[in-house]
C-alpha cells in the first residue's frame, strides 16, 4: 500500500513540473474549427481533388485542340541509263547517269469538332528534278492547297458521343468539390466531438481531485479516531487503500484529458511538435444544452436533399447513364464521309506552279465513303452490357446510401432522446447521492457507521457526478451527430462564424 502512495505521489510530483512547463492556451470551438480549416491534413489532402477534376476536364478539351502537322522528305539518288538508237542498221547504245533529287513536303491544321468529324487545311509540295551527265535537265514543281472535311455518319455521329468524356469530367469535378465539403463537415464534427471529450475528461479530473481530497480528509478523520482508541487500526489501512484507489482514478482521468487534448491538436494543428509538446489546451467555452425539436420527416427530406454523398450517388447515376448513350453509339458500325476540295500548280518553272494555284487554273475535288462493320462485335457489345450492368449496381448502392442514411438519421434522434433521459435520471441520483453522503457523514462522526460504508457512499456520490457529466455531454455528441447526419454544415458556419474559401452551396 505504501509502494502505491509513494508511486502515485511522484507521479503527482513529475506532473506538476511538466505542467509548469507548459502554456496553457485558452480554445473555443471556434477557434479550433478555424485551426481545423486551414491546418487539418485531411481537408488538405480533398482540396486537391477539385484542381486535379479541372485538369481532367482541361484535357477533355484539348481533344478538339487544332493540330499542325509537318512532313519534309528528301531524296537524292544516281542511276545508270542505257539508251538505244539506230544509225544505218548499226545499233548504237549510249551509256551515262541521271541523277534523281526529290524534295517533297506537307503541312497544314487540322482540328476535331463535336459533330464527329474535322476539318483541316493542307498545303503539299513537290519538287522532282532528274539532271543527266549530257546535261540534259528535267524539274518538275507539283502544288496542291487541299480543304479536307470529315464526318462520321454513324458511329460516332452527334455532339453526345463526341462530348461523353468531357460531360463525365464536369460531373467529376462536382463530386470532387462535394467530397471536399464533406471532408469539412466531416472534420468540424470531429472537432466538436472531441472538443466535447476534452471538456468531458477536465471536469472528471476535477471530480477525482475533489474525491481524492475528501478521502485524505477521512483519513485524517480516521487517524484521530484510532489515536483516540474509538475504532480499531485496522480501519486506518481501509482509508489508506481508499487514498490508492482515488488517486488512481485519477492518474487514469488525466492520461483521458493528455489524450483528448493529443486527439484534439492532431485534428486542429498536426505535424506541430511544439503545439503537441509545449501547450496545454483549455477549453473556456461550455456548450450549453440545446433543445431540439425533431421533425423525423422533414429531417429525412432535408437529408435527402442537402447531404453530399447523396448528391454525388446521384452525379454516379448521371455518369452511368453518359457512359451506357456512348457505348450504345459504338454499336454501330463505322461509316465516315471524307469531302476534299483542292487547287493545284504543276510547271517547270517555281513561279509558274505558284501562279496556277493563284489563278485557280486547276480545281480538284473527291469524295471518299469508308464503311466498317465488325464482325460479331462482341468487344462493343460487352463494353455495352458492361455498363448497363454498372448503372444498375450503381442504382441499388444508391438505394442503399438512401437507406443508411435514414437508419443513421433514426439512430441519432433516439440517441438524442435517450441522452435527454439520461441526464434526467442521472442528476436525481446525483442529488440522491448528496443527500445519502450528509447523512452518511453524520452516522460516522457519531459512531454508528463503519469507514468502509462511508466510502462506499463516497464512492458512489463521485460515480454519480461522473455520470451526470458523461450524459451531458453524450447529449451534446448526439446533438452533433445529428446535425452531421443532416447535414449541418451551413449551420454550423453561421453558429459558430467561420467562413469557407468557397460557397458551400454553390456545390
Same mark, same amino acid.
Given at each position: 500500500?505504501?509502494?502505491?502512495?509513494?508511486?502515485?505521489?511522484?507521479?503527482?510530483?513529475?506532473?506538476?513540473?511538466?505542467?509548469?512547463?507548459?502554456?496553457?492556451?485558452?480554445?473555443?470551438?471556434?477557434?479550433?474549427?478555424?485551426?481545423?480549416?486551414?491546418?487539418?491534413?485531411?481537408?488538405?489532402?480533398?482540396?486537391?481533388?477539385?484542381?486535379?477534376?479541372?485538369?481532367?476536364?482541361?484535357?477533355?478539351?484539348?481533344?478538339?485542340?487544332?493540330?499542325?502537322?509537318?512532313?519534309?522528305?528528301?531524296?537524292?539518288?544516281?542511276?545508270?541509263?542505257?539508251?538505244?538508237?539506230?544509225?544505218?542498221?548499226?545499233?548504237?547504245?549510249?551509256?551515262?547517269?541521271?541523277?534523281?533529287?526529290?524534295?517533297?513536303?506537307?503541312?497544314?491544321?487540322?482540328?476535331?469538332?463535336?459533330?464527329?468529324?474535322?476539318?483541316?487545311?493542307?498545303?503539299?509540295?513537290?519538287?522532282?528534278?532528274?539532271?543527266?551527265?549530257?546535261?540534259?535537265?528535267?524539274?518538275?514543281?507539283?502544288?496542291?492547297?487541299?480543304?479536307?472535311?470529315?464526318?462520321?455518319?454513324?458511329?460516332?455521329?452527334?455532339?453526345?458521343?463526341?462530348?461523353?468524356?468531357?460531360?463525365?469530367?464536369?460531373?467529376?469535378?462536382?463530386?470532387?468539390?462535394?467530397?471536399?465539403?464533406?471532408?469539412?463537415?466531416?472534420?468540424?464534427?470531429?472537432?466538436?466531438?472531441?472538443?466535447?471529450?476534452?471538456?468531458?475528461?477536465?471536469?472528471?479530473?476535477?471530480?477525482?481531485?475533489?474525491?481524492?481530497?475528501?478521502?485524505?480528509?477521512?483519513?485524517?478523520?480516521?487517524?484521530?479516531?484510532?489515536?483516540?482508541?474509538?475504532?480499531?487500526?485496522?480501519?486506518?489501512?481501509?482509508?489508506?487503500?481508499?487514498?490508492?484507489?482515488? *488517486? =488512481? $482514478?485519477?492518474?487514469? @482521468?488525466?492520461?483521458?484529458? +493528455? &489524450?483528448?487534448? /493529443?486527439?484534439?491538436?492532431?485534428?486542429? %494543428?498536426?505535424?506541430?511538435?511544439?503545439?503537441?509538446?509545449?501547450?496545454?489546451?483549455?477549453?473556456?467555452?461550455?456548450?450549453?444544452?440545446?433543445?431540439?425539436?425533431?421533425?423525423?420527416?422533414?429531417?429525412?427530406?432535408?437529408?435527402?436533399?442537402?447531404?453530399?454523398?447523396?448528391?454525388?450517388?446521384?452525379?454516379?447515376?448521371?455518369?452511368?447513364?453518359?457512359?451506357?448513350?456512348?457505348?450504345?453509339?459504338?454499336?454501330?458500325?463505322?461509316?465516315?464521309?471524307?469531302?476534299?476540295?483542292?487547287?493545284?500548280? *504543276? =510547271? $517547270?518553272?517555281?513561279? @509558274?506552279?505558284?501562279?496556277? +494555284? &493563284?489563278?485557280? /487554273?486547276?480545281?480538284?475535288?473527291?469524295? %471518299?465513303?469508308?464503311?466498317?462493320?465488325?464482325?460479331?462485335?462482341?468487344?462493343?457489345?460487352?463494353?455495352?452490357?458492361?455498363?448497363?450492368?454498372?448503372?444498375?449496381?450503381?442504382?441499388?448502392?444508391?438505394?442503399?446510401?438512401?437507406?443508411?442514411?435514414?437508419?443513421?438519421?433514426?439512430?441519432?434522434?433516439?440517441?438524442?432522446?435517450?441522452?435527454?433521459?439520461?441526464?434526467?435520471?442521472?442528476?436525481?441520483?446525483?442529488?440522491?447521492?448528496?443527500?445519502?453522503?450528509?447523512?452518511?457523514?453524520?452516522?460516522?462522526?457519531?459512531?454508528?457507521?463503519?469507514?468502509?460504508?462511508?466510502?462506499?457512499?463516497?464512492?458512489?456520490?463521485?460515480?454519480?457526478?461522473?455520470?451526470?457529466?458523461?450524459?451531458?455531454?453524450?447529449?451534446?455528441?448526439?446533438?452533433?451527430?445529428?446535425?452531421?447526419?443532416?447535414?449541418?454544415?451551413?449551420?454550423?458556419?453561421?453558429?459558430?462564424?467561420?467562413?469557407?474559401?468557397?460557397?458551400?452551396?454553390?456545390?
Amino acid at each position: 500500500m505504501n509502494a502505491k502512495l509513494y508511486f502515485a505521489a511522484l507521479f503527482f510530483f513529475v506532473n506538476t513540473i511538466l505542467c509548469a512547463q507548459q502554456q496553457q492556451q485558452e480554445i473555443t470551438i471556434h477557434n479550433c474549427l478555424a485551426r481545423a480549416l486551414n491546418h487539418n491534413l485531411g481537408i488538405k489532402i480533398k482540396s486537391f481533388e477539385p484542381l486535379i477534376a479541372q485538369k481532367d476536364i482541361a484535357i477533355t478539351q484539348g481533344a478538339f485542340d487544332p493540330v499542325i502537322t509537318f512532313d519534309f522528305a528528301y531524296e537524292n539518288s544516281t542511276d545508270a541509263v542505257v539508251q538505244q538508237f539506230q544509225l544505218n542498221d548499226i545499233v548504237i547504245q549510249d551509256v551515262f547517269e541521271k541523277d534523281t533529287e526529290a524534295i517533297v513536303y506537307s503541312g497544314g491544321v487540322m482540328k476535331r469538332h463535336q459533330f464527329g468529324g474535322s476539318i483541316g487545311i493542307f498545303q503539299n509540295f513537290n519538287y522532282l528534278k532528274n539532271a543527266f551527265d549530257n546535261e540534259e535537265n528535267d524539274s518538275v514543281f507539283n502544288y496542291e492547297t487541299e480543304l479536307r472535311i470529315t464526318q462520321s455518319l454513324l458511329r460516332n455521329f452527334g455532339i453526345d458521343p463526341n462530348t461523353a468524356n468531357y460531360r463525365v469530367a464536369q460531373n467529376n469535378l462536382k463530386i470532387a468539390k462535394y467530397q471536399h465539403t464533406n471532408k469539412i463537415l466531416n472534420i468540424f464534427a470531429e472537432v466538436q466531438l472531441t472538443y466535447l471529450d476534452l471538456v468531458n475528461a477536465i471536469e472528471n479530473v476535477r471530480l477525482q481531485k475533489e474525491a481524492l481530497k475528501l478521502s485524505h480528509r477521512f483519513y485524517d478523520i480516521t487517524k484521530m479516531q484510532v489515536k483516540a482508541g474509538a475504532i480499531p487500526a485496522i480501519d486506518l489501512l481501509d482509508a489508506e487503500r481508499d487514498i490508492a484507489e482515488k *488517486q =488512481d $482514478n485519477l492518474v487514469v @482521468a488525466e492520461r483521458n484529458v +493528455i &489524450y483528448s487534448e /493529443d486527439r484534439l491538436k492532431s485534428i486542429i %494543428q498536426p505535424s506541430d511538435l511544439n503545439y503537441y509538446e509545449n501547450i496545454r489546451l483549455l477549453p473556456i467555452e461550455i456548450p450549453n444544452l440545446r433543445k431540439n425539436n425533431i421533425n423525423f420527416e422533414e429531417t429525412i427530406k432535408y437529408a435527402i436533399n442537402h447531404r453530399m454523398d447523396i448528391k454525388q450517388g446521384r452525379i454516379n447515376l448521371k455518369n452511368a447513364d453518359i457512359n451506357i448513350a456512348f457505348r450504345k453509339n459504338q454499336l454501330l458500325p463505322k461509316l465516315d464521309l471524307t469531302v476534299n476540295v483542292g487547287l493545284q500548280g *504543276q =510547271d $517547270n518553272e517555281h513561279a @509558274a506552279a505558284l501562279e496556277q +494555284i &493563284y489563278n485557280i /487554273d486547276q480545281v480538284s475535288w473527291g469524295v %471518299q465513303l469508308s464503311l466498317e462493320v465488325p464482325i460479331g462485335n462482341r468487344i462493343a457489345n460487352n463494353r455495352y452490357q458492361k455498363n448497363i450492368l454498372q448503372k444498375k449496381r450503381l442504382l441499388v448502392e444508391y438505394q442503399d446510401l438512401e437507406n443508411r442514411v435514414i437508419f443513421e438519421i433514426r439512430n441519432n434522434i433516439r440517441s438524442l432522446a435517450t441522452s435527454r433521459r439520461r441526464i434526467t435520471t442521472a442528476e436525481k441520483t446525483r442529488e440522491i447521492a448528496e443527500r445519502q453522503i450528509t447523512i452518511q457523514k453524520k452516522k460516522y462522526r457519531a459512531g454508528v457507521i463503519s469507514l468502509y460504508r462511508l466510502q462506499n457512499t463516497e464512492k458512489s456520490l463521485t460515480e454519480a457526478k461522473v455520470n451526470e457529466i458523461n450524459a451531458i455531454v453524450a447529449h451534446q455528441k448526439a446533438v452533433v451527430n445529428l446535425e452531421r447526419s443532416q447535414w449541418a454544415l451551413p449551420l454550423w458556419l453561421q453558429r459558430y462564424d467561420i467562413q469557407l474559401p468557397f460557397v458551400a452551396g454553390s456545390y
